[in-house]
């Protein structure tokens, strides 16, 4: 059996690879170049690999986000880009901010590149009930060693989320009440929680007092029982993530767990996961 631990190391340690697309500079300017703000850019991008994704699914999918923002951005997207333009703009962009945070020059880049490959491949074997996993796993994969990790992590990342939102459901936790569970928890600042979410103030507040009532949240704190509901929705949502880990022995996972952290600590180095760019 695939040993949890480590898969979730693996997945950690080697994220900021791929998250760092959300926040560098390179990203915004080529969807600024498309005609895209920031909002249309980001579910443009994302939603891309479905083809010209309706605001409806990109809701669904990416689970959290207050319906009004995407509705602003999509489809009206589509009315200026083409979903294979933004998606060869946003390879492009991941490819530039690696490069100038310096991630090429990691020691052991194809070793890293093998074993995260690896477990994508592998999970692409399992794309029933992940639909934003399923529509990436199609896309075809880059030639670019720096670009095929950055592939890699992003389909090891859909994957996992794909499981972490049925997991969600699957405990009664809405897409709010899923993030004010998050930012009590403080993985993440509320307030940067509230900003890219858009979710209206009065909203924001009905969901906290929603948990209040479950007991789930004590003042702004989580209870004891949320904190044990949110530890139980990470370690299912890891247990989700394991048949794409399942390509690897144990020997291997550990090696790409290890492999991974200077990546990771690479990309936060080079200050490519500053919020706002």
């Known amino acids: 059996m695939t040993d949890v631990q480590l898969a979730r190391q693996a997945w950690r340690r080697l994220e900021p690879v791929h998250g760092m697309i959300y926040f560098v500079p390179e990203a915004t300017e080529r969807y600024a170049a498309l005609g895209l703000d920031v909002h249309a850019g980001y579910f443009a991008s994302r939603s891309a690999a479905f083809g010209t994704a309706s605001p409806e699914l990109v809701i669904a999918t990416f689970y959290n986000f207050c319906p009004a923002l995407v509705r602003r951005a999509l489809p009206a997207a589509w009315e200026v880009v083409t979903p294979e333009k933004i998606?060869?703009?946003?390879?492009d962009a991941a490819g530039a901010a690696l490069r100038r945070g310096g991630i090429d020059g990691v020691p052991g880049l194809a070793e890293t590149v093998a074993l995260a490959r690896r477990a994508a491949e592998?999970?692409?074997e399992h794309p029933q009930g992940r639909p934003l996993f399923a529509a990436h796993a199609t896309l075809p994969w880059p030639d670019d060693p720096l670009l095929e990790l950055w592939h890699a992590q992003t389909l090891l990342r859909e994957f996992r989320g794909d499981g972490h939102v049925a997991t969600l459901l699957a405990e009664g936790v809405g897409p709010l009440e899923a993030l004010v569970l998050h930012g009590a928890s403080g993985g993440v600042p509320t307030i940067f929680l509230k900003?890219?979410?858009a979710w209206p103030e009065e909203e924001w507040a009905a969901a906290e007092e929603a948990l209040r009532g479950r007991g789930l949240l004590a003042g702004d704190e989580l209870t004891e029982q949320g904190r044990a509901l949110r530890q139980r929705i990470e370690d299912r949502t890891d247990e989700l993530a394991l048949p794409a880990y399942a390509a690897l022995e144990d020997e291997e996972l550990a090696r790409l767990a290890e492999l991974a952290r200077p990546f990771g600590r690479a990309v936060?180095?080079?200050?490519?996961?500053?919020?706002?760019?």
Do not use: D, H, T
């Open 122 to 124: 592998r999970a692409c």
């Open 195 to 197: 900003f890219s979410r």
């Open 268 to 277: 936060v180095g080079a200050g490519l996961l500053n919020i706002g760019g």
């Open 87 to 91: 998606l060869q703009a946003r390879y």
